[in-house]
């Protein structure tokens, strides 16, 4: 298929939402945005053997490359409206081509996105760059910088399945179509969107965990020029991953590393009753896992005593990355 023939096949759909008006086909999308809102533009890049197994399904590959994106959404407290698509792919692979376009569509359809435009091109390596474009309410978005010494750090979910289930595909230990809870949680994360709105006019500070928490939690408390304390036995786990990894390796899973694409949020000291509220309202687990702090450190403790973890969390260019 040529480029045009396979952009019409696989990422032209019917356009469902009014505010597009002008969508794929044109040399650009025009959008309308809704008066009173802010806008929000987040991107985020899949890089084949750096982001995800080489042979990962193309429709999981399709729909992490979406729920990445809205992950960063999420953390803005954002309503996902648009999206845009780089594609970069070795070949024109008609059956790799329907099953990423349905994988695509599938996550964006759970939030009404629309496919607005995009690139095509030919390279070395499949490279997947998903830009979307949200909206948020001016008083209510959602930074890393608003947190304050003595605000309660909170996660939702369960943190370091999707890390335990990358190990177990990269450790050949299981097959990728395996039933895993962990290995699903890789292939098919669901960001935190409408949880985010809940707690947006509460928190003062969130941030999407893709790399790690403790790098994450860093990244927050950096923002906001604070410190923190989290205890590792607060860190919410999940029974399947300290049934198959212990609870040593759980933990290090959680701290260290990534996929997890959960909320981490900070609300003012004293709001414990909201975490079941949001809890109930989302059904997610909602768990408090530590504190904001004056001294510019992220602390650990295990059971209350001082921990000395070490963060090994993903860098891409610096010591532990590649
Ligand atoms: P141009 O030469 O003006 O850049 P293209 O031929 O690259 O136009 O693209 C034609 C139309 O198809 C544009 O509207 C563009 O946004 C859209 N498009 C190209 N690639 C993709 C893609 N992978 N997904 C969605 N839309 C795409
Ligand atoms: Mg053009």
């Not at 994988?103 to 995009?118: R, T």
């Not at 921990?307 to 590649?322: I, K, L, T």
Request: glycine share 10%.
């Amino acid at each position: 298929v040529d480029e045009f023939e396979l952009i019409r096949r696989y990422f032209t759909r019917e356009l469902i939402d009014a505010d597009v008006r002008i969508g794929i086909g044109d040399d650009g999308a025009v959008m309308r945005p809704t008066t009173g809102r802010d806008l929000v533009a987040v991107m985020d890049t899949l890089v084949e053997g750096v982001h995800f197994p080489v042979d990962l399904g193309a429709a999981d590959i399709g729909w992490r490359a979406v729920a990445v994106n809205l992950s960063d959404i999420a953390a803005m407290a954002a309503t996902p409206r648009w999206m845009t698509l780089a594609l970069t792919l070795r070949e024109a692979n008609p059956d790799w081509l329907q099953d990423f376009s349905s994988g695509l569509f599938a996550a964006a359809e759970e939030h009404s996105i629309s496919l607005v435009g995009g690139d095509t091109t030919r390279g070395q390596q499949n490279i997947i760059s998903i830009q979307i474009c949200g909206d948020v309410d001016p008083d209510f978005i959602l930074t890393r910088a608003g947190a304050r010494v003595r605000d309660l750090i909170c996660v939702s979910g369960t943190l370091g399945d999707a890390a335990a289930g990358l190990n177990l595909l990269q450790s050949n230990s299981v097959m990728l179509d395996a039933d895993n809870d962990l290995i699903r949680r890789f292939r098919r994360p669901n960001a935190r969107v409408s949880l985010a709105q809940t707690i947006a006019p509460h928190a003062s500070a969130a941030i999407d965990i893709s790399d790690g928490l403790y790098g994450d939690i860093q990244k927050l408390l950096r923002a906001s020029d604070t410190g923190g304390r989290i205890e590792l036995d607060s860190i919410p786990l999940s029974s399947t991953l300290v049934e198959q990894f212990g609870l040593d390796r759980a933990q290090q899973f959680a701290l260290g590393g990534g996929d997890d694409y959960e909320l981490c949020f900070t609300l003012p000291a004293g709001s414990e009753a909201l975490l079941s509220e949001f809890s109930q309202q989302h059904t997610v687990r909602i768990s408090c896992i530590g504190v904001v702090t004056d001294n510019h450190k992220l602390i650990c403790t295990r059971q209350g005593e001082p921990f000395n973890y070490v963060d090994q969390g993903y860098h891409h260019f610096g010591a532990s990355g590649s």
